[in-house]
């Protein structure tokens, strides 16, 4: 007993020094070892902190998702999996509270319930746009954009939660703004993307992918104390960059718009606060990081000293509305979340709800519509050979046209 509390001591002292700035850091909250799911651990491909203080690790190791509630851990085997590739990469968190996870072989995203059931799955194998290639890191902002680090592909894809395939940034590393391989990727509150490029380079863009600063390992050489060899890589919310080190087997906590070293701590070993190969990082918004070493087999939680943080810039979201079932041979999207529809067999246009439900009739001039464009202030219908425009209440504002070939005449025109 009295030989165990000289280690700890041992361990707090060694601690302590490895520890410089923010020492309350140190306050740790978790020491998960779980020796049952040792397989799973070594063969982690990713890791989330929740605001809750939820920990999740992926593995490929059968397709298996650990669940750390309070230091307890408990399996969760996606069985039957939605998914056709066992090989889970990166797992993140929706605004929602649903899961983000991809596959690497079978380059698939995946939106679950926290109760892991399928909510959407999108995205294939490949090169195309809006195909992954052996995907990794996934990261998800507050606007239910995705970004995913395509490894093979060398980019990062971007996805709204909806599967819907926005954009993607950095291609084969051959320009100045192009990626080399994105390992790790993180976001802040004004969803700059943070990317951990193989072992020497972290990138950072702008949500639209604009290169904003990179640095070599290199470059940090000066501030770390030797040149540092990444291993790991996360953000908080205020953007600041907490970095793994596989020299020093330590973790670098980097201010890098002002180019300060805020603190380090760890150092090579298997006791608590010693580290053999810092796998993942992650930061909540309380304040909680998560480290996973998975030579050692591994989570450990520290509470840091700053607790708030900047809060995420909500911006204009990007997704598929509700899906209305409605005979229409035209339809315009109309002010009031409503929609114009032209009905069939010259019944004329109706105004309909965001369910599919009939709200009355528009523009009863026109007797055959072939055609509407809802404009800010008015509607232009097409009437066989007559262009008539309404205001959005549906009083007549004017009509032209006639049948001809003259100035001024129309045949059938369709659009």
Not at 362 to 371: H, L, T, W
């Amino acid at each position: 007993m009295i030989m165990q509390i000289k280690s700890w001591v041992l361990v707090l002292c060694l601690l302590s020094i490895a520890f410089t700035g923010r020492a309350d850091a140190l306050e740790i909250l978790h020491f998960i070892e779980a020796k049952d799911y040792a397989r799973v651990m070594e063969d982690a491909s990713g890791l989330k902190i929740t605001d809750d203080g939820v920990i999740y690790v992926t593995s490929t190791e059968n397709g298996t998702l650990l669940k750390i509630t309070d230091g307890e851990v408990e399996a969760k085997s996606l069985s039957p999996s939605p998914f056709k590739d066992q090989d889970l990469g990166g797992v993140d968190v929706l605004a929602n509270g649903q899961l983000v996870i991809v596959t690497e072989d079978d380059g698939q995203v995946g939106i679950l319930d926290p109760d892991l059931k399928l909510v959407n799955l999108f995205s294939q194998s490949g090169s195309d746009a809006g195909e992954l290639n052996g995907p990794g890191p996934v990261a998800a902002s507050i606007n239910n954009n995705i970004y995913v680090g395509d490894v093979k592909n060398k980019q990062v894809s971007v996805f709204n939660h909806q599967g819907l395939f926005l954009h993607s940034f950095g291609r084969h590393g051959s320009s100045s703004v192009d990626l080399l391989k994105p390992g790790h990727v993180s976001i802040d509150a004004e969803e700059n993307v943070y990317v951990l490029e193989g072992s020497s380079r972290i990138s950072i863009f702008s949500a639209n992918g604009e290169l904003i600063t990179r640095f070599t390992s290199r470059d940090l050489q000066q501030y770390f104390g030797d040149t540092p060899e990444f291993s790991a890589m996360t953000t908080d919310l205020d953007g600041t960059l907490y970095i793994g080190d596989d020299v020093e087997s330590r973790i670098t906590v980097f201010d890098w718009r002002n180019l300060k070293v805020l603190a380090q701590f760890g150092s090579l070993g298997q006791s608590r606060g010693q580290y053999r190969n810092i796998s993942y990082l992650s930061v909540n918004a309380r304040g909680q990081i998560a480290i996973l070493d998975n030579k050692n087999k591994k989570v450990e939680v520290y509470q840091l000293e700053q607790t708030s943080f900047a809060a995420p810039v909500a911006t204009g979201l990007l997704q598929y509305g509700d899906t209305i079932e409605a005979d229409c041979v035209a339809q315009a999207a109309f002010i009031n979340d409503q929609t114009l529809c032209i009905r069939p067999k010259n019944q004329g246009i109706v105004i309909l709800a965001v369910d599919g439900s009939e709200q009355g009739k528009f523009a009863e001039a026109a007797k055959k519509p072939s055609a509407i464009y809802v404009g800010p202030q008015s509607v232009a219908v097409l009437d066989k050979n007559n262009l008539h425009a309404f205001a959005h209440d549906g009083s007549n504002l004017f009509s032209i046209g006639r049948y001809g070939s003259s100035p001024g005449g129309f045949n059938k025109p369709n659009d």
